[in-house]
């Protein structure tokens, strides 16, 4: 009976009684090709735009593991080049398991599977695990299960059936079981889904739009406690005040006002309130201001330095509230384009 090789590295049978003379050299054969299975790393060029069929011979051929052995029975593969058309690089139709490099430039494609069978897009630039039962070849890196990790951070896309790390940092989609993230959009499924921050102790869990963009909450919500930002200084009322918006819904003056003043409401010195709001929209502020035995008050009211007309509560302020404290609330609505209604009202603490 002749020798035979075996269906997946090609190794060489010798049948008993054959070879003799170069039986051991056979033997080296197949170690190399062995050798080369589990340890050995090929580069392979692909460049163009025609399909590629790795190189597979039976051990017979693998003289010298380092240089002569073929490139499918590689364990890891480098593919090169410039692609100028969307190709597929084949492998024996067998099963088997690579680490795989796509090395490539250009815009077009790779796909790497059996011979006759159905491959995996490899992405450009990264490196992957697949393996093959001889038909389908099998991207391991695309269909995880779960994953607990310290961070994660991609210039793709992220997908398994749950992701649990202390930073998911993606470029890409993220998606999974309970957790599927575009671009734009964080949905989080399920019937009671939930952001919660459990490290640490009383820890604080910040949203942070971009910019002067804001946080908008779609349907009703339930607010078990809320600590809203206070800006105080020791300013005192005078001239025109300029309340900015941006940097919190209230002013809390600590000195006496000195004269009556204009109140200004604006987003800040560069950012008006019609760019912050939509039409539809409004902003409720509160001016807190001391006052001494000579009281003043706010007889100028402006958005973004243009004069409006509140509906004052029980009428305009004629005059400030000796000894006391005096708290302005301002509501403006956005009607139209730099246009607001804005109900306002006085009220003294004494």
């Given at each position: 009976m002749p020798s035979s090789f075996t269906s997946r590295l090609?190794?060489?049978r010798q049948a008993s009684g054959e070879n003799s003379g170069t039986w051991g050299n056979l033997v080296n054969y197949v170690f190399n090709r062995i050798d080369s299975s589990v340890k050995g790393y090929q580069s392979v060029s692909v460049a163009g735009s025609s399909n590629v069929t790795l190189t597979s011979n039976v051990s017979t051929s693998n003289t010298d593991d380092s240089s002569t052995d073929d490139q499918v029975h590689n364990a890891v593969l480098e593919f090169t080049g410039a692609l100028t058309g969307d190709i597929h690089v084949f492998t024996d139709?067998?099963?088997t398991k690579y680490i795989v490099f796509n090395n490539t430039t250009g815009s077009q494609t790779l796909t790497f599977g059996p011979t006759g069978g159905t491959g995996?897009?490899?992405?450009?630039?990264?490196?992957?695990?697949?393996y093959t039962d001889g038909t389908t070849m099998v991207d391991v890196m695309a269909d995880l299960g779960d994953i607990a990790m310290t961070s994660v951070t991609s210039s793709g896309n992220v997908a398994g059936t749950n992701i649990n790390g202390s930073a998911v940092i993606s470029t890409g989609n993220v998606s999974g079981t309970?957790?599927?993230?575009?671009?734009?959009?964080?949905?989080?499924?399920?019937?009671?889904?939930?952001i919660?921050?459990?490290?640490?102790?009383?820890?604080?869990?910040?949203?942070?739009?971009?910019?002067?963009g804001l946080v908008t909450f779609n349907g009703g919500g339930k607010i078990q406690q809320l600590a809203e930002k206070v800006n105080t200084s020791a300013t005192a009322a005078t001239?025109?005040?300029?309340?900015?918006?941006?940097?919190?819904?209230?002013?809390?003056?600590?000195?006496?006002?000195?004269?009556?003043?204009?109140?200004?409401?604006?987003?800040?010195?560069?950012?008006?309130?019609?760019?912050?709001?939509?039409t539809g929209e409004s902003i409720t502020v509160a001016h807190v201001v001391p006052q001494g035995a000579t009281p003043y008050y706010a007889n100028v009211i402006q958005i973004d330095g243009s004069a409006v007309t509140p509906k004052w509560?029980?009428?305009?302020?004629?005059?400030?509230?000796?000894?006391?404290?005096?708290?302005?609330?301002?509501?403006?609505?956005?009607?139209a384009a730099n246009t607001y209604t804005v109900l306002a009202s006085l009220?003294?603490?004494?």
């Open positions: 090609k190794l060489e139709a067998v099963e995996v897009t490899l992405k450009q630039g990264a490196k992957t695990i697949v309970n957790l599927i993230a575009t671009s734009d959009t964080v949905d989080i499924q399920g019937s009671s889904p939930a919660i921050a459990t490290n640490g102790t009383n820890t604080d869990l910040t949203l942070t739009p971009n910019g002067y001239g025109t005040i300029n309340f900015d918006a941006i940097d919190g819904a209230i002013q809390n003056f600590t000195s006496n006002a000195s004269a009556n003043w204009t109140f200004n409401l604006r987003g800040n010195s560069t950012v008006t309130l019609d760019s912050l709001l939509d509560q029980g009428g305009a302020p004629t005059a400030g509230t000796a000894d006391s404290t005096d708290s302005y609330t301002y509501t403006a609505i956005k009607t009220t003294a603490f004494e």
